[in-house]
């Protein structure tokens, strides 16, 4: 089991700034990949980056590649997301997630994903 709480969003103009920030409880933190998504009003869950279990290999969504980094502390139980050159269509709620199974290589699918955050809200003003 794994709990999973955000945290660090808000509301930013174009062009700004924004880390956000999980902490996770339970299983051993290492053990594990994290992802990050996003979920705009009317829109599925989209994929947005995720991060293997010792933070050695990291994956984006071609639409935050190059302004997003995730990272992972593993001594401190956390997972961040720095998302710099904000655009509007940045604006959704963030979720991070757990994936027990493919902690080598994390998969983009919400669905392998089986512990999820409560999710921070992230908006950009233009």
């Known amino acids: 089991q794994v709990q999973l709480v955000e945290s660090g969003g808000g509301l930013v103009q174009a062009g700004g700034s924004l880390r956000l920030s999980c902490a996770a409880s339970g299983r051993t933190f290492g053990t594990y990949a994290m992802g990050w998504f996003r979920q705009a009003p009317g829109k599925e869950r989209a994929f947005v980056s995720a991060i293997n279990w010792n933070g050695g290999s990291t994956y984006y969504a071609n639409s935050v590649k190059g302004r997003f980094t995730i990272s992972r502390d593993n001594a401190k139980n956390t997972v961040y997301l720095q998302m710099n050159s904000l655009k509007p269509e940045d604006t959704a709620v963030y979720y991070c997630?757990?994936?027990?199974?493919?902690?080598?290589?994390?998969?983009?699918?919400?669905?392998?994903?089986?512990?999820w955050g409560q999710g921070t809200r992230v908006t950009v003003s233009s």
């Open positions: 997630a757990a994936d027990f199974d493919h902690i080598v290589v994390p998969t983009t699918s919400p669905s392998d994903y089986g512990y």
